[in-house]
């Protein structure tokens, strides 16, 4: 067998949603800086209830029943919701107060290499070696993309959270996913979020101060909630359980080239040489990575009959 092959079609359709995934992560940036001043847990909050109003609706159409967790699942549920979700946005908040942008990015995109060797074990595999040897070449793309700032002890802290952040969102759901797969972790992950920066909202903000907000921000907030949550939730988790978390990692590659494609066309200048090299590199860990022909999928569990009946969170 021909192990170098590039993937086949079917592999293809299954990470081209992961991509499109980080794509509209990437680009978030640029839109979130529209937020800095607005406050932190009220506007995610909003930005979390409404994006769990959307999935319920999407699943409604798509005729997508959405089960209720049992038993641990509603830590696994809940652990996806204090990480991927609200600790990150903190961390990241934080984080930049401390140190440049570009130390919390180059953080969270070594990713792949948790993923990479912690995935594979949750899904019962060993970790693959040609994604633990393409994961590192990911990161060193993505590190001179986004380049180097300066930090300080506080901030190395803030961006070593957002990258355990960043990892827990994928490897938490790897339990979950067989039996509630890409939607029904989406909605009870984003709902449970939403339930939690509320509380936060009430302990540390005050609610009224949404009112200050302005159209601008009141727009950017609505399109984290719809293309940065609920479509691109949908996307990443459809990818996780088709090809693994491991090969799925070496996607968040694709996160820092879009934020600075998108910096450049929004105004932010032509990027460098830096850029271009990084951008050469994390194609070549990407390609090296993912023609791996054995995706090892996490495939969903048959559910009984009485299983199928949608159920809201």
Do not use: K
Not at 65 to 90: D, H, Q, S, Y
Not at 176 to 198: D, E, F, I, K, N
Not at 210 to 215: I, K, S, T
């Amino acid at each position: 067998m021909n192990t170098s092959a590039p993937p086949a079609p079917s592999a293809l359709r299954d990470l081209a949603p992961g991509a499109i995934g980080m794509v509209l992560v990437g680009g978030s940036v640029t839109v979130s800086r529209s937020l800095v001043h607005a406050p932190l847990f009220a506007t995610q909050a909003v930005r979390y209830a409404a994006a769990t109003l959307l999935l319920l609706a999407f699943a409604r159409v798509a005729r997508v029943p959405v089960l209720r967790p049992r038993g641990r699942e509603w830590l696994w549920l809940a652990g996806i919701a204090a990480t991927g979700l609200v600790l990150f946005n903190v961390a990241v908040v934080r984080g930049v107060a401390h140190a440049e942008p570009a130390v919390i990015a180059v953080a969270v995109a070594s990713v792949p290499v948790l993923l990479g060797v912690i995935g594979p074990l949750l899904e019962g595999r060993s970790p693959r070696r040609r994604i633990l040897l393409a994961a590192p070449v990911v990161v060193a793309g993505a590190v001179l993309v986004e380049g180097t700032g300066r930090t300080d002890a506080a901030g190395v802290a803030w961006a070593a959270l957002a990258l355990a952040c960043e990892a827990g969102f994928t490897l938490l759901a790897v339990p979950v996913l067989r039996r509630h797969g890409p939607w029904g972790v989406s909605v009870h992950a984003v709902w449970l979020g939403a339930v939690m920066l509320g509380v936060l909202t009430l302990l540390t903000e005050r609610p009224s101060d949404l009112l200050d907000l302005g159209p601008a921000q009141w727009a950017a907030a609505g399109y984290l909630a719809v293309m940065v949550t609920a479509v691109a939730f949908l996307l990443w988790y459809r990818t996780v359980a088709a090809v693994g978390a491991g090969r799925a990692g070496l996607l968040t590659g694709v996160a820092p080239l879009a934020a600075a494609a998108i910096g450049a066309l929004s105004g932010g200048g032509m990027p460098g040489l830096p850029v271009w090299l990084g951008l050469v590199v994390v194609i070549a860990g990407l390609a090296a990575g993912l023609r791996d022909p054995r995706p090892g999928p996490v495939r969903e569990e048959p559910r009984r009959r009485e299983e199928r009946a949608p159920a809201s969170p």
